[in-house]
């Protein structure tokens, strides 16, 4: 319980004031000199148990009745089911997630989720811990610990405004522990702001475990998460899967591939009107929307034969969530699919090449260069989307090492094949170990992938990948931090077959734990499988190449100098801070590094997984923050109520009904009443 | 009578004069006096016939009876003796409630020395026994103006105080008055009525007439007080907190339970029992007091 009066708690020994009174009483009686003793003892013993029972009683309601009027003047404040007992805390973290889906709001009021909350909690700190609380403030968009010196200004600071990035819950909470840990934050509070999106929590990852043994062990951390769960079913989401320009003899045109969707089907199809903007020229066509998806492929925006390139952005109308009702995209002449193979041996190279070098878009040109290990510096990094590394892993000092991770941290693709003879080397963690062998002519079939993501996803008409057909000769061991997408049968021990490193930021590589070749697998003799594989790592890593980057919002999607990037989406470009620029969707562009070559655009999207309706429930949460003290706060948008409010009224009713009950107590007893009622009649009478 | 015995009214005994104090039942007393005795005397009133035995004295021979019968037979007569009137006192420390003046002793006083008056006045022997811790008054009955003078002064100097002994004081008075007699008592009788009872049938194993004054004020019944207060046992000193307005009904349940059960005490071992109210006038009780008795005159 806090007060807004709290000095005048002081006065709370005053509720003794009855007792006193009571006892002085005891002492001050008018004394009787009495003969039937015998009467009366008899009559107080055969009385002694409801007598002292009402009159401790009626102490007891004399007490509340005037603690509750302390109470009053104390301005108590209730934190309903928050828990805002226990005075103020030595540091209070506020952990926000500044995800686009937390933009959603009310459209009566245009208020969001974030600054609802951030204006409750704001207050509700400010109410509850005053400045006796050290507050600091990590977002979700920058990680960043920021110190805070009053509760006031959270809605209104840059590192508290909306974004369209995704949140990574686990990396907050991360945050979070490391501030406490480095600083020794004493008692603390841990408010987490969130709409409990499954995308953001990751509740699957295995980062929790580690995060809640590591909480366990600090004392006097406590967690209140602020939730915003609901969604709305009927809002509309876009997304531009694919835009390219096409240019015939007669006219040149846009072909964009969009997909629509809303949280709840409809029951008749629905016409939905799609504003399409290519380079500030805007125009509208409709749409019919079926069930709860629709996709329209090659949507045709004719266009100047003479713009090469530009950008442009889909919107739908208006509804309660602004951040996926619009997509952005950037368009120029498409650069050449590149991708080199790194790999000493002719049978493994072989079948990549011919994989890679297949047109799966005629529109494209594929190129693919296959190099040894000894001639590494012939790569053109700038120019490839993919490598494939059938060699040992470099060292992890070593500058091909550096380079490779600055390939992948770039958005490129990257597929590490076992080596001959695999060695202590790692990559982002990951290792090879030993080649194991299947039994002579019973190879392993795979039996567990991923088709919902990943390179071995369903296709987008819905078949899924022939995976369980591959078989596998052999296969090499792997260790280290990863996530599975293929998994081999039980007799290869449900070893991995295809994997993926940690994501740590953005980026990741992958690892194919046989070889395409006769001899150790069947994917260069299927080749579905492997073609698909390697055309998406492809068609990913090349989406980072070129001068027109479809990329996702994030701290790092415009690398390291995002004031080098200008917004060309907006009439003031300088409106958006640099700070800003990498975590809101729009187009960008960066002047090229050389002269006479085009400047670089970028489209930032949000994250696919802001698109996702689903969120968690308390019984994922208890088991998420399982051993941990930690309450859950659901609020919704139409809920203004405030997190702490004031309860004087109810220590009001409470004085209320304490003095009720004590004067009933008081009363006399209806023969006692009756008695007295006869005795006045006899003195009238008289 | 001297000015200290005020509690005597010469308007009030002159009043009660015309009324005798009888015994209900047959007493022996020394001297010949107007009440029955169980012995057979020479008064003039017969009693009965009954055959000679040697011894008899002839003078009391019937000669008619012989002369029509042949047989001798003793004319018998009744005898008419004194009263032995003891007066027991409670003097216990609850007998000083009431008003300074009109004390439950006071009344006591007054009834107890007016009827040691009447008594002495139709020639009775009239004692005396205090009750209480401190009180050893034992005056065993006797006739004469300065008995009943030394009666009446030691009657004048009861000083109600200590805690009571009525039990042991009836006990004793029927261990010590060895005649029948009229045993008045004059108590609140503030103990348990089943002790009480074994009291009063010890008295009558010894035949004695048994009256009890039982005095009490109307506040002790009625219990009407309006705020808590601290009460004090007037014999113990002991001091009890109680509200009125909790206890009050439970209160009179205890009265009311105590006089049912006097009353069966008084059933059982038919004692002569008046209930008086201090605020009662004494001169009616004591009126009603000898009127009742003068109905039911002592058998033999």
Known sequence: ?686 | MKSSHTFLDSKVLSRLLALPLNARQAMTGNVSGRHRSPIRGSSIEFSQYRKYVPGDDTRRLDWRTWGRTDRFYIKEFEADTNLRLALIVDASGSMAFGPAGATRLDYCRKLAGTLGYLAAQQGDAVGLWGVGKDHRQKLPAKRGAAHLKLMLDQLAELKAKGETTILESLHDAADRISQRALVVVASDFFTEPAKLKHALQHLRFRRHDIALFHVLDSVELEFNFDRPARFVDMEGGETLLADPSLIARRYREVVKKYMAEFDEVIRTTGADYHRVLLKDPYEDVLAKFLLARLQSKGRR
């Open chain 1, 1 to 686: 319980m806090s007060f807004l009066q709290p000095l005048l708690l002081f006065g709370l020994p005053l509720a003794l004031l009855p007792v006193i009174i009571h006892l002085i009483h005891l002492l001050r009686r008018r004394q009787v000199k009495w003969a039937a003793m015998m009467w009366l003892m008899a009559a107080q013993r055969m009385n002694k148990g409801l007598s002292r029972l009402r009159q401790y009683l009626i102490l007891t309601f004399r007490v509340l009745a005037i603690a509750a009027i302390i109470f009053v003047i104390c301005r108590p404040l209730a934190g309903g089911l928050l828990g805002l007992t226990g005075g103020a805390p030595d540091s209070v973290i506020i952990l926000l997630d500044r995800s686009a889906s937390m933009e959603q709001r009310l459209v009566t009021t245009g208020v969001s989720k974030r600054s609802a909350g951030l204006q409750n909690l704001a207050a509700a700190i400010k109410d509850a811990y005053g400045t006796r609380s050290k507050l600091v403030l990590i977002d979700s968009a920058t990680l960043q610990p920021v110190p805070l010196e009053k509760a006031d200004s959270l809605p209104d600071l840059p590192q508290a405004g909306p974004t369209d990035t995704s949140t990574d819950v686990p990396a907050l909470l991360q945050g979070a522990l490391d501030y406490i840990t480095a600083n020794q934050t004493g008692r603390t509070d841990v408010w987490l702001l969130s709409d409990l999106r499954q995308s953001d929590w990751n509740a699957a990852g295995g980062r929790w475990q580690a995060l809640r043994g590591a909480f366990t062990t600090l004392p006097g951390v406590r967690f209140q998460v602020l939730a915003y769960p609901e969604t709305q079913s009927t809002d509309m989401g876009i997304v531009v899967e694919k835009a390219v320009r096409r240019e015939t003899a007669d006219k040149a045109e846009l072909l964009l591939d969009i997909r629509l969707q809303r949280g709840e089907p409809v029951a008749e199809p629905l016409a939905v009107p799609i504003r399409v903007v290519v380079n500030g020229a805007s125009s509208t066509f409709s749409s019919e929307l079926k069930g709860s998806q629709a996709l329209l492929q090659a949507q045709s925006i004719p266009i100047d034969k003479t713009t090469k390139r530009g950008w442009g952005r889909v919107e739908l109308p208006a509804d309660s969530s602004p951040g996926d009702n619009v997509f952005h995209f950037v368009f120029d002449e498409l650069p050449p699919l590149k991708s080199a193979i790194v790999s000493d041996r002719g049978e493994v190279s072989g079948p990549l090449l011919a994989a890679l070098t297949a047109q799966a878009d005629l529109s494209r040109k594929y190129e693919a260069a296959v190099l040894p290990a000894a001639r590494l510096a012939e790569i053109a990094w700038d120019e490839t989307g993919l490598i494939v590394w059938q060699a040992p892993l470099p060292d992890k000092e070593s500058a091909v090492a550096k380079q490779l991770d600055a390939h992948v941290r770039a958005g490129r693709s990257l597929i590490f094949l076992p080596p001959d003879t695999p060695d202590a080397s790692a990559f982002a963690g990951v290792r090879w170990t030993t080649w194991q062998n299947a039994p002579p002519d019973k190879p392993v079939l795979a039996e567990w992938w991923r088709s919902d993501a990943g390179l071995l996803a369903a296709t987008r008409a819905g078949p899924a990948l022939p995976v369980g057909e591959v078989e596998a000769q052999r296969w090499c061991g792997v260790e280290g931090e990863f996530v599975p997408l293929a998994r081999l049968g039980d007799s290869a021990g449900k070893a991995p077959l295809l994997l993926q490193t940690a994501r740590d930021g953005s980026g990741s590589a992958h690892f194919l734990t046989t070889l395409p070749g006769p001899g150790s697998s069947s994917l260069a003799r299927d080749g579905v499988v492997l073609f698909a594989l390697l055309h998406r790592a492809l068609t990913d890593g090349a989406s980072a190449l070129g001068n027109a980057q479809q990329r996702v919002t994030g701290a790092k999607s415009l690398g390291e100098d995002a004031a080098a990037w200008t917004r060309l989406d907006v009439e003031d470009p300088a409106s958006v801070l640099p700070i800003d620029r990498p975590l809101r969707a729009g187009v960008l562009k960066k002047a090229a590094a050389a002269p006479g070559k085009p400047d670089i655009l970028a489209a930032l999207n949000r994250p696919p997984g802001e698109d996702a309706p689903p969120v968690l429930g308390k019984p994922s949460l208890d088991e998420l923050f399982a051993g941990l003290d930690w309450r859950l706060l659901e609020r919704t948008l139409e809920n203004e109520k405030s997190l702490t409010s004031e309860v004087w009224r109810t220590f009001l009713w409470c004085m209320a009904v304490a003095l009720i009950l004590e004067a009933l107590l008081c009363m006399p007893g209806r023969r006692q009443a009756e008695a007295k009622k006869a005795e006045a009649m006899k003195e009238v009478a008289a």
